[in-house]
């Protein structure tokens, strides 16, 4: 007797649920369920390892595999066939938000613990993301593990917060800081890509700035903070997108904000 398929963990159903192409009809539908889904969201958009994915999911690394290139296919069966694509079904159950590396059930507890919603803020309030580590500017934003969030009106910090990315990497972190609404980053290196995405997405960069991260965010707000307006990632032997490479670069100099 065939062991019972262990159920998988999603954190939410999709906003959309079907794809028909243009043109066609009559072809029989191609079925995603919701855990392909969901391995395809963590793995290819967040970005995540198939061993991040199977923690999330509640799984075994192998059936992250398995489940990915079933997805896969489906996938490319829709697009180069022009079969329509449903999502729908699958062995699956909704996050409650209980295991520690769901990052947005996280954060909306050390905000209710801490009396800070980093998730809403007021017109006038302006929010700061500094990578961080033990008090400091982390390095390297694309490895960065925790973002320290500040919120500030009037030049005046009003609110701050920690909060870890739980594994989220360079294709997710600016999707990361979109959500919590932030609107100016302070870091060390950064790479081509990632400056493309937050500048898309309206967060102005500050980067090549290391030290105290609240040092940093006072001297931001009193226009005193030293930065490098043509930062790059000086993180050796990691490749970003667009054809960037760290190693060829090196953040240094610094730029004095007028």
């Known amino acids: 007797m065939p062991r019972p398929q262990r159920c998988r963990r999603i954190c939410g159903k999709p906003m959309v649920t079907g794809f028909s192409p243009d043109h066609i009809t009559g072809r029989e539908a191609v079925v995603l369920t919701l855990d392909e889904f969901e391995v395809i969201r963590l793995v290819d958009l967040e970005k995540q390892t198939h061993q991040q994915c199977a923690m999330q999911m509640e799984i075994g690394r192998s059936t992250v595999t398995e489940i990915y290139e079933s997805a896969r296919g489906k996938i490319a069966d829709s697009l180069i066939n022009g079969r329509r694509l449903i999502i729908d079904g699958g062995n699956y159950k909704l996050c409650d938000g209980e295991p520690k590396w769901c990052y947005k059930k996280h954060c909306e507890k050390q905000q209710r613990k801490e009396k800070i919603n980093i998730t809403e803020k007021g017109d006038m309030i302006m929010r700061i993301a500094v990578t961080y580590e033990n008090g400091e500017i982390f390095q390297h934003f694309g490895h960065t593990e925790q973002f320290k969030f500040y919120d500030a009106e009037d030049g005046k910090i009003t609110a ?99």
């Open 160 to 258: 701050e917060q920690i909060c870890d990315t739980n594994g989220s990497g360079h294709g997710a972190l600016a999707g990361f800081l979109t959500d919590h609404h932030v609107d100016v980053l302070i870091c060390g290196g950064i790479g081509g890509g990632a400056q493309a995405a937050l500048m898309e997405r309206g967060i102005k960069l500050y980067g090549g700035v290391s030290g105290s991260a609240d040092e940093a965010v006072k001297a931001l707000l009193s226009d005193a903070l030293s930065f490098n307006p043509n930062v790059h990632c000086n993180h050796h032997n990691h490749e970003h997108g667009a054809g960037h490479t760290c190693g060829e670069h090196s953040c240094g100099g610094s730029h004095q904000e007028k």
